[in-house]
């Protein structure tokens, strides 16, 4: 099964999604970023179950709670960016 990420620019954020997602019904798991994309200034991120990754974003943005970037974790476990 593919994961979806969505990473933010702090810990605070990343917390406000989890919630506003959690109150949705979206289920995801908020986590560390790998550290190359803690390089990119995203240390936490929310991880996602393939099918919830445009509705998730959708609601963010209704939310008012920034994120930074999209990404799918391949089958060999490596991530790639992805655009909605």
Do not use: D, H, N
Not at 9 to 27: D, H, P, Y
Not at 39 to 58: F, N, S
């Amino acid at each position: 099964m593919s994961y979806y990420y969505i990473t933010f620019r702090s810990v605070t954020f990343a917390q406000r999604g989890e919630r506003v997602l959690q109150a949705g019904k979206i289920r995801c798991t908020l986590q560390r970023t790998p550290r190359w994309m803690e390089e990119q200034g995203c240390g936490y991120c929310l991880r996602l179950w393939t099918k919830e990754l445009t509705p998730a974003a959708e609601l963010l943005v209704r939310e008012g709670v920034p994120f930074r970037k999209l990404y799918v974790q391949k089958a060999q476990g490596q991530l790639e960016e992805v655009t909605l």
